[in-house]
Protein backbone atom coordinates (compact mmCIF):
# COMPACT_ATOMS: atom_id res chain seq x y z
CA UNK A 1 0.00 0.00 0.00
CA UNK A 2 1.35 3.73 -1.06
CA UNK A 3 0.15 6.20 1.23
CA UNK A 4 0.07 9.91 -0.14
CA UNK A 5 -0.11 12.60 1.96
CA UNK A 6 -1.00 15.98 1.28
CA UNK A 7 -2.41 19.82 2.14
CA UNK A 8 0.00 20.70 4.50
CA UNK A 9 1.18 24.50 4.14
CA UNK A 10 1.44 28.05 6.66
CA UNK A 11 -1.52 29.24 8.33
CA UNK A 12 -1.86 31.39 10.72
CA UNK A 13 -2.61 30.16 14.64
CA UNK A 14 -6.68 29.68 15.08
CA UNK A 15 -6.87 28.70 11.44
CA UNK A 16 -7.60 25.46 9.94
CA UNK A 17 -6.27 23.17 7.25
CA UNK A 18 -7.29 20.02 6.01
CA UNK A 19 -4.94 17.02 5.48
CA UNK A 20 -5.66 14.29 2.92
CA UNK A 21 -4.07 10.70 2.47
CA UNK A 22 -4.56 9.08 -0.35
CA UNK A 23 -4.11 4.76 -0.63
CA UNK A 24 -2.97 2.93 -3.40
CA UNK A 25 -5.28 0.12 -3.07
CA UNK A 26 -8.72 -0.61 -2.13
CA UNK A 27 -6.88 -2.75 1.18
CA UNK A 28 -7.06 0.71 2.15
CA UNK A 29 -10.74 -0.65 3.63
CA UNK A 30 -9.60 -3.01 5.43
CA UNK A 31 -6.99 -1.50 7.90
CA UNK A 32 -6.87 1.21 10.39
CA UNK A 33 -5.69 4.34 9.60
CA UNK A 34 -3.60 6.80 11.68
CA UNK A 35 -2.16 10.13 11.56
CA UNK A 36 1.35 10.76 13.57
CA UNK A 37 3.40 14.33 13.90
CA UNK A 38 6.97 14.98 14.35
CA UNK A 39 7.45 18.47 15.18
CA UNK A 40 11.52 19.87 15.26
CA UNK A 41 13.77 18.06 18.21
CA UNK A 42 10.89 16.39 19.52
CA UNK A 43 9.28 12.57 19.57
CA UNK A 44 6.88 11.33 16.98
CA UNK A 45 3.61 11.71 18.71
CA UNK A 46 0.19 10.35 17.73
CA UNK A 47 -2.66 12.08 16.48
CA UNK A 48 -5.74 10.10 15.40
CA UNK A 49 -6.89 7.06 14.12
CA UNK A 50 -9.81 5.54 12.72
CA UNK A 51 -11.28 1.56 12.19
CA UNK A 52 -11.65 0.59 8.45
CA UNK A 53 -15.56 0.73 8.76
CA UNK A 54 -14.83 4.53 9.75
CA UNK A 55 -17.04 4.46 13.25
CA UNK A 56 -14.22 3.93 15.82
CA UNK A 57 -11.82 7.33 16.37
CA UNK A 58 -9.01 7.69 18.65
CA UNK A 59 -7.27 11.19 19.34
CA UNK A 60 -4.38 12.12 20.90
CA UNK A 61 -4.75 14.51 24.39
CA UNK A 62 -3.72 17.42 22.68
CA UNK A 63 -5.42 17.54 19.54
CA UNK A 64 -8.86 16.13 21.20
CA UNK A 65 -11.92 18.73 20.38
CA UNK A 66 -9.75 20.57 17.75
CA UNK A 67 -9.23 17.84 15.07
CA UNK A 68 -11.03 15.21 13.49
CA UNK A 69 -10.46 12.16 11.54
CA UNK A 70 -12.87 10.87 9.01
CA UNK A 71 -12.38 8.78 6.06
CA UNK A 72 -14.05 8.27 2.48
CA UNK A 73 -13.72 4.65 1.41
CA UNK A 74 -15.17 5.38 -2.40
CA UNK A 75 -11.61 7.38 -2.84
CA UNK A 76 -9.42 5.52 -0.45
CA UNK A 77 -8.43 8.44 1.71
CA UNK A 78 -8.73 9.43 4.99
CA UNK A 79 -8.48 12.94 6.10
CA UNK A 80 -7.58 14.83 9.37
CA UNK A 81 -9.67 18.37 9.58
CA UNK A 82 -7.79 20.46 11.97
CA UNK A 83 -9.47 23.44 13.21
CA UNK A 84 -8.06 26.16 16.23
CA UNK A 85 -4.28 25.46 15.39
CA UNK A 86 -1.76 26.54 17.38
CA UNK A 87 2.10 27.21 16.82
CA UNK A 88 2.73 23.92 18.73
CA UNK A 89 1.02 22.06 16.09
CA UNK A 90 3.42 23.24 13.71
CA UNK A 91 5.29 19.89 12.67
CA UNK A 92 5.06 16.95 9.75
CA UNK A 93 2.35 15.09 9.72
CA UNK A 94 2.26 11.14 8.59
CA UNK A 95 -0.51 9.53 7.89
CA UNK A 96 -0.12 5.55 8.21
CA UNK A 97 -1.81 2.27 7.58
CA UNK A 98 -1.86 -0.47 10.32
CA UNK A 99 -3.56 -3.66 11.06
CA UNK A 100 -4.81 -5.83 14.05
CA UNK A 101 -6.37 -4.34 17.21
CA UNK A 102 -7.84 -0.75 16.72
CA UNK A 103 -6.69 0.15 20.39
CA UNK A 104 -3.04 -0.52 19.38
CA UNK A 105 -3.05 2.40 16.49
CA UNK A 106 -1.99 4.66 18.92
CA UNK A 107 1.42 3.09 19.03
CA UNK A 108 3.16 3.86 16.01
CA UNK A 109 4.91 0.14 16.11
CA UNK A 110 1.15 -1.17 14.83
CA UNK A 111 1.81 0.71 11.14
CA UNK A 112 3.28 -1.03 8.70
CA UNK A 113 2.65 1.75 5.36
CA UNK A 114 3.84 5.03 6.27
CA UNK A 115 3.68 7.94 3.59
CA UNK A 116 6.17 10.99 3.16
CA UNK A 117 4.73 13.57 5.33
CA UNK A 118 3.17 16.81 4.53
CA UNK A 119 4.66 19.84 6.56
CA UNK A 120 2.30 22.15 8.50
CA UNK A 121 3.23 25.89 10.13
CA UNK A 122 1.51 27.29 12.51
CA UNK A 123 2.65 31.21 12.74
CA UNK A 124 1.97 33.14 15.83
Same mark, same amino acid.
Given at each position: ?????????? /???????????????? $???? /???????????????????????????????? /?????????????? $????????????????????????????????????????????? /???
Amino acid at each position: VQLQASGGGL /VQAGGSLRLSCAASER $TFNR /VNMGWFRRALGKEREFVASISPDGVRTLYGDS /VKGRFTISKDSAKN $TVYLQMNILAPEDTAVYYCAAANGVFASTISAAAYIYWGQGTLVT /VSS
